[in-house]
């Protein structure tokens, strides 16, 4: 993309949320909620639906009112403003364009509502940015689904608003376009160098697009990081399970030295940098994710960087395209999922074959000794809180 970001303001406003919280007839959305998001950052909150994210989204957006707590933006304590009063702006999943408006009318729009002088030209600088300057005549109904998002992104975009909220805003789209828009958001998002507030339930979404991701659970924030970080070193047994997949295992720690926790599960003993580790004695949680795993038809040396449980058994071999994703029933330990890229023709292993497990110590990561069946309970939890509040959007509406 060729248009800079000048012409369109400073860059985004610090966003700060202190100790919010909501309650609505039945149930709290969000509980002692504190968060501080960086001017110029693409900032994603993720979770399941009923998590508390869309109604974080539509406080900071003036739509609800908090039952108690502050939102500033750059400073300014801005809780109490109508949202029209806010600068801020919200890019919808529906797009919510005007279908009788030609895409550059569209743009126009909120600038000739503030009479901002060169509003014609401010219009075709931000459609170049998005690349549909040559589409400014046509109607909405005249584009693909990736444009009109490109179209809604400019309007917001135009209005130069210190905080650009994104609502869902690639979940119409088919897998391939929004992956496409995925890179696209996030390039645009580099060069206007605005705030960006991305809420989303889609873990691949939030960890392409977003510097910093925080998972949210039950009103709260689970644990915030780097999307490298939240994958890599989960601090509860929700993030572990709802950002990708784990394979969660109960253990007891046996000793600690050099770094290195040594810890018995059922399969065997494993090891565990300690750094990786939230809990560090007694009853523990071993995890690894089932990329990390290789699978192999003789028992591999109990020694060295490796991690080995077995023997066990493949119950089922699934050809996903780029791997193969097995489930594998070792005695005492439960099933484990292996994910095995796929360096051949076919799978390797067929179903009933006697394997072991293996992998580098580095990539395991140790939790509290509840994590495996408090992430069962949380996601349970979760779709019930969704239930609830869906029955009162209902009422209310």
């Not at 890019?91 to 743009?107: E, G, I, K, R, W």
């Not at 090891?271 to 990329?291: C, H, M």
Request: aromatic residues 6%; contains cysteine; charged residues 20%.
């Amino acid at each position: 993309m060729s248009v800079t970001a000048q012409g369109f303001g400073a860059a985004g406003a610090d966003l700060e949320l202190r100790r919010i919280r909501k309650t609505f007839p039945g149930f709290t959305a969000i509980e002692d909620l504190d968060l501080v998001i960086p001017a110029g950052s693409f900032f994603a909150l993720l979770g399941p639906s009923g998590c508390g994210k869309t109604t974080t989204l539509r406080l900071v957006a003036g739509l609800e009112q908090p039952t108690a707590g502050q939102v500033l933006l750059g400073g300014t304590d801005v809780t109490g403003l109508a949202p029209h009063k806010r600068p801020v702006n919200t890019v919808f999943q529906s797009y919510a364009l005007f279908p009788h408006m030609t895409v550059l009318d569209n743009v126009l729009f909120g600038l000739k509502r503030r009479r901002v002088t060169d509003a014609a030209a401010k219009a075709h600088e931000v459609l170049r940015l998005v690349e549909l300057d040559h589409v400014a005549g046509r109607r909405p109904s005249q584009l693909s689904g990736g444009q009109q998002q490109r179209v809604a992104l400019a309007r917001a975009i135009v209005n130069r608003p210190a905080l650009l909220l994104l609502d869902e805003p690639l979940g119409a789209l088919d897998l391939k376009l929004r992956r496409q828009m995925q890179l696209e958001l996030k390039s645009i998002q580099n060069e206007v160098g605005l705030t960006f507030l991305h809420v989303t339930h889609d873990q691949e979404e939030a960890m392409t697009m977003a510097d910093t991701v925080a998972v949210m659970n039950r009103g709260r924030i689970e644990q915030l990081g780097s999307p490298q970080e939240l994958y890599e070193r989960p601090r509860t047994g929700f993030v572990a399970t709802f950002l990708g997949q784990s394979n969660l295992l109960p253990a007891t720690v046996e000793s600690e030295a050099g770094g290195l926790l040594t810890a018995r599960t059922a399969g065997g003993v494993v090891a565990v940098p300690v750094d990786r580790a939230v809990a560090r004695s007694g009853r523990i949680t071993v995890g690894v994710r089932p990329e990390k795993l290789m699978l192999h038809a003789t028992e591999p040396a109990r020694d060295g960087d490796q991690n080995v449980l077995g023997p066990g058994r493949v119950v089922d071999a699934s050809f996903t395209g780029v791997s193969t994703q097995y489930l594998v029933d070792v005695p005492g330990v439960g099933t484990i999922a292996v994910f095995s890229q796929n360096l051949v023709f076919g799978a390797v292993f067929a179903e009933g074959a006697e394997v072991w497990v293996s992998w580098h110590r580095e990539h395991t990561f140790g939790l509290d000794a509840d994590a495996r069946d408090a992430a069962v309970d949380e996601l349970d939890v979760t779709a019930d809180t969704a239930t609830i509040a869906a029955g009162t959007a209902g009422e209310a509406a």
